[in-house]
């Protein structure tokens, strides 16, 4: 497995704000809308304190059953 700390999640969508933002100063409703998801992402992030766990590689067949 994987942890993904809360700051380096924080950190990559902040880098993502920071894009759409860049993007946002050709105004579109496409730039609009990236920019405002983007930040909407990242207020969650902070807010719940997120951290991810990544689970790599496979789930052996014999634990999956099919009724």
């Known amino acids: 497995i994987?942890?993904?700390t809360?700051?380096?999640i924080v950190d990559h969508l902040q880098k993502r704000v920071?894009?759409?933002q860049a993007r946002?100063?050709?105004p579109s409703k496409k730039n609009s809308e990236r920019l405002t998801n983007t930040k909407?992402?990242?207020f969650y992030v902070e807010r719940d304190n997120e951290v991810l766990i990544?689970?790599?590689?496979s789930i052996p067949p014999e634990y999956?059953?099919?009724e």
């Not at 990544?54 to 590689?57: A, P």
């Open 6 to 8: 809360h700051q380096e």
């Open 24 to 26: 946002y100063n050709n």
């Open 54 to 57: 990544k689970v790599k590689g």
């Open 18 to 20: 920071d894009q759409a």
């Open 2 to 4: 994987e942890v993904i």
């Open 40 to 42: 909407r992402d990242l």
């Open 64 to 66: 999956f059953t099919f």
